[in-house]
């Protein structure tokens, strides 16, 4: 694979020299470290919490909605570290063609405006799951363990982190590549990045960790904020 940030430097052409991004250090500083550390809260106390609330009485698979139902029952193992590996990887990929194609200044501030991106996603995912608090496709299913089914991540299905994330990565670094290149290597690098978030989106269904709706309202999400980030720390706009 380590060909690709060749193939992509040889068909995007050159970079803009020009400064692409507006960033400032006393506001996108904070913005990032703010909302990481209220994504990370949540996370710290979840232990503490209950389980699904359902469990309390009976949870019943036909009290999911039926387009979502036919995640319940689904539990592959294959699919969970697929799944793990893409959310992973997208950024990975994202920051090697990067590397590969910017230089200095330019490689940094494409890292932050991504990265920006990827710290209000988290801060809204971890927001979002914690205050609504949706069973997981699991809870519904007898086939699996009580103690897996009452633990209290088992109530923080919606909306999909690892769905979220993928598609903010690989829009973000597709945007922040648009800036700066020209060619046929624009669509390739949105066209790979966006297929692997679907990748991880399907196999959060397959895993059984997600509904459908879960992984299309974080595909949504993350994907309008690498829209967005970018968008407002774009310089042409800017000035």
């Given at each position: 694979m380590r060909w690709v940030p060749l193939v992509i430097l040889l068909a995007s052409g050159p970079a803009r020299a020009d400064e692409v991004?507006?960033?400032?250090?006393?506001?996108?500083?904070?913005?990032?470290?703010?909302?990481?550390?209220?994504?990370?809260?949540?996370?710290?106390?979840?232990?503490?919490?209950?389980?699904?609330?359902?469990?309390?009485?009976?949870?019943?698979?036909?009290?999911?909605?039926?387009?979502?139902?036919?995640?319940?029952?689904?539990?592959?193992?294959?699919?969970?570290i697929i799944s793990d590996v893409l959310v992973l990887a997208i950024p990975v990929a994202g920051l090697s063609i990067d590397l590969a194609t910017e230089r200095g200044v330019a490689f940094w501030q494409d890292a932050a405006v991504v990265f920006e991106a990827y710290a209000i996603d988290a801060l809204l995912v971890s927001l979002t799951k914690f205050a609504v608090r949706r069973p997981r496709p699991y809870v519904y299913d007898p086939a699996r363990p009580m103690d897996q089914r009452g633990k209290p991540g088992a109530a923080l299905s919606f909306f999909s982190g690892h769905a979220s994330l993928a598609f903010t990565g690989a829009t973000a670094f597709a945007e922040v590549f648009r800036r700066r290149h020209d060619g046929?290597?624009?669509?390739?690098?949105?066209?790979?990045?966006?297929?692997?978030?679907?990748?991880?989106?399907?196999?959060?269904?397959?895993?059984?960790?997600?509904?459908?709706?879960?992984?299309?309202?974080?595909?949504?999400v993350g994907a309008s904020l690498g829209i967005l980030v970018p968008a407002l720390h774009d310089r042409s706009a800017v000035e």
């Open positions: 991004f507006d960033l400032q250090a006393e506001v996108d500083a904070p913005v990032i470290a703010t909302s990481l550390a209220i994504a990370i809260l949540p996370e710290l106390v979840v232990g503490q919490l209950d389980g699904p609330a359902c469990l309390r009485s009976r949870c019943d698979r036909r009290d999911v909605p039926w387009f979502d139902r036919w995640a319940v029952g689904r539990a592959s193992p294959l699919a969970s046929v290597a624009v669509p390739v690098v949105y066209a790979s990045g966006l297929g692997l978030a679907a990748v991880v989106a399907l196999c959060r269904i397959l895993a059984g960790k997600h509904y459908l709706s879960d992984v299309l309202v974080g595909a949504a």
